[in-house]
């Protein structure tokens, strides 16, 4: 009864206190996951409003916050190296390519202090939850816009140029709807509000899994399907109070999949005999980008070249986080960076293992950065400013990091 009472206390504290201000804020991020997400489609040119737009968004952020950082910890300090270390060595390629200084100064200075303490001081207890629902607000717009002037079909392009776009936009609008789920399931008593909220977003997850499967995106599926599993998994950590949620999800989950290959086989060449082909190793594992990344490998020096270099030579990103820094950073801008991104996994793994029993939302910042990682293998989410993905994931770091002192 305790651990109950505790868990009901730990849900009701993560709600309680949500006003005006924190509305405002939530506002503000999915207005600039909007801005950002502008580039998402990496076959059109960034558009000139982008940057304008996206500073006066920070700019009101700055002031709604007050300026203020907080505490940093311990485990604070030694991130912060791993990331600086990457930001400096941005800096250092941008000088020796002659590239666009300002962007990487932004990295070395903004980043840490607006996106890893200000923005999460001032949310407080309610950050995991105004992230994820920046999220699912920030995409609605570029999924709604894509189901009214497009209608569904195989290798769904939506309002993009390439379905792999749609499936990236599909899957990150997703994660924000699987971290509101995953926090409510650690509600009390149901109500009518609830209850309407619960339906909303199963319907919204179920939209985007369709989507999913018509864009054909190989990698937004399997991150999908790797959330569902983390879902899951986190529910069992405590199977014993969440026995209506496991039998609920993996339920549905079998019926959905069961849809799929009745419908998929009834059609032939249908949405998910799409996907199918896509798996089939006939067709080559990762669609020729281990043509840049041989590239990548072979040109590989100490300050990179920049960050559209490789774009203006190939006329394609890296489509992998990791030789993208590589290629644009150099190699030991490379080294930071893992060592970084490693240390995140581990930080954001700890926080669900330890706090999802009383507090749902803590597997949150867990579930982002596995999606930002994941889609990271054979997609193009990194950046200097970056996508509504890549400041989802800055975010979500501010959140692990200030979790403890924020609750």
């Given at each position: 009864?305790?651990?109950?009472?505790?868990?009901?206390?730990?849900?009701?504290?993560?709600?309680?206190?949500?006003?005006?201000?924190?509305?405002?804020?939530?506002?503000?991020?999915?207005?600039?996951?909007?801005?950002?997400?502008?580039?998402?489609?990496?076959?059109?040119?960034?558009?000139?409003?982008?940057?304008?737009?996206?500073?006066?968004?920070?700019?009101?952020?700055?002031?709604?916050?007050?300026?203020?950082?907080?505490?940093?910890?311990?485990?604070?300090?030694?991130?912060?190296?791993?990331?600086?270390?990457?930001?400096?060595?941005?800096?250092?390629?941008?000088?020796?390519?002659?590239?666009?200084?300002?962007?990487?100064?932004?990295?070395?200075?903004?980043?840490?202090?607006?996106?890893?303490?200000?923005?999460?001081?001032?949310?407080?207890?309610?950050?995991?939850?105004?992230?994820?629902?920046?999220?699912?607000?920030?995409?609605?717009?570029?999924?709604?816009?894509?189901?009214?002037?497009?209608?569904?079909?195989?290798?769904?392009?939506?309002?993009?140029?390439?379905?792999?776009?749609?499936?990236?936009?599909?899957?990150?609008?997703?994660?924000?709807?699987?971290?509101?789920?995953?926090?409510?399931?650690?509600?009390?008593?149901?109500?009518?509000?609830?209850?309407?909220?619960?339906?909303?977003?199963?319907?919204?997850?179920?939209?985007?899994?369709?989507?999913?499967?018509?864009?054909?995106?190989?990698?937004?599926?399997?991150?999908?399907?790797?959330?569902?599993?983390?879902?899951?998994?986190?529910?069992?950590?405590?199977?014993?109070?969440?026995?209506?949620?496991?039998?609920?999800?993996?339920?549905?989950?079998?019926?959905?999949?069961?849809?799929?290959?009745?419908?998929?086989?009834?059609?032939?060449?249908?949405?998910?005999?799409?996907?199918?082909?896509?798996?089939?190793?006939?067709?080559?594992?990762?669609?020729?980008?281990?043509?840049?990344?041989?590239?990548?490998?072979?040109?590989?020096?100490?300050?990179?070249?920049?960050?559209?270099?490789?774009?203006?030579?190939?006329?394609?990103?890296?489509?992998?986080?990791?030789?993208?820094?590589?290629?644009?950073?150099?190699?030991?801008g490379l080294i930071f960076r893992v060592f970084f991104d490693i240390m995140v996994i581990k930080m954001t793994y700890r926080l669900a293992v330890r706090k999802v029993?009383?507090?749902?939302?803590?597997?949150?910042?867990?579930?982002?950065?596995?999606?930002?990682?994941?889609?990271?293998?054979?997609?193009?989410?990194?950046?200097?400013?970056?996508?509504?993905?890549?400041?989802?994931?800055?975010?979500?770091?501010?959140?692990?990091?200030?979790?403890?002192?924020?609750?």
């Amino acid at each position: 009864m305790a651990t109950t009472a505790m868990i009901r206390q730990g849900h009701m504290k993560n709600c309680a206190g949500f006003g005006l201000s924190k509305l405002l804020m939530t506002l503000l991020l999915a207005g600039l996951i909007i801005i950002l997400s502008s580039v998402v489609d990496f076959s059109k040119p960034l558009p000139s409003w982008r940057l304008p737009a996206a500073g006066a968004v920070i700019g009101f952020i700055l002031l709604l916050c007050r300026f203020r950082v907080g505490k940093i910890s311990l485990q604070a300090i030694l991130l912060l190296f791993f990331w600086l270390g990457y930001a400096t060595m941005s800096v250092a390629s941008a000088i020796v390519s002659n590239d666009n200084i300002v962007g990487e100064l932004w990295q070395l200075v903004g980043v840490p202090l607006v996106f890893f303490f200000v923005i999460p001081h001032y949310t407080n207890k309610h950050g995991v939850v105004i992230i994820a629902m920046a999220m699912a607000l920030g995409y609605a717009p570029f999924i709604l816009t894509s189901l009214i002037l497009h209608p569904i079909q195989a290798n769904y392009e939506g309002i993009y140029a390439n379905p792999n776009a749609m499936g990236m936009v599909a899957a990150t609008w997703m994660t924000g709807l699987l971290i509101l789920v995953r926090g409510y399931t650690m509600g009390g008593g149901r109500t009518l509000a609830k209850t309407f909220i619960s339906i909303l977003l199963g319907l919204s997850i179920l939209v985007g899994l369709g989507l999913l499967v018509a864009s054909s995106s190989r990698t937004s599926l399997i991150t999908i399907g790797m959330l569902f599993f983390i879902f899951v998994w986190t529910l069992l950590l405590d199977a014993s109070k969440k026995r209506f949620w496991i039998v609920l999800v993996i339920t549905g989950t079998s019926l959905l999949l069961m849809f799929m290959l009745v419908t998929g086989g009834a059609r032939g060449g249908g949405m998910l005999a799409e996907q199918m082909k896509k798996f089939d190793s006939s067709l080559g594992s990762v669609s020729g980008r281990e043509v840049i990344w041989q590239t990548v490998l072979k040109e590989t020096s100490i300050f990179g070249y920049g960050n559209s270099n490789l774009e203006r030579r190939l006329g394609e990103p890296a489509h992998n986080t990791h030789m993208e820094v590589l290629h644009a950073k150099g190699s030991i801008g490379l080294i930071f960076r893992v060592f970084f991104d490693i240390m995140v996994i581990k930080m954001t793994y700890r926080l669900a293992v330890r706090k999802v029993r009383e507090d749902g939302y803590a597997v949150g910042p867990f579930m982002m950065i596995m999606t930002y990682m994941v889609m990271g293998l054979t997609e193009n989410v990194n950046g200097t400013l970056g996508s509504g993905i890549h400041m989802a994931f800055l975010l979500m770091i501010g959140m692990a990091l200030n979790y403890d002192e924020n609750n």
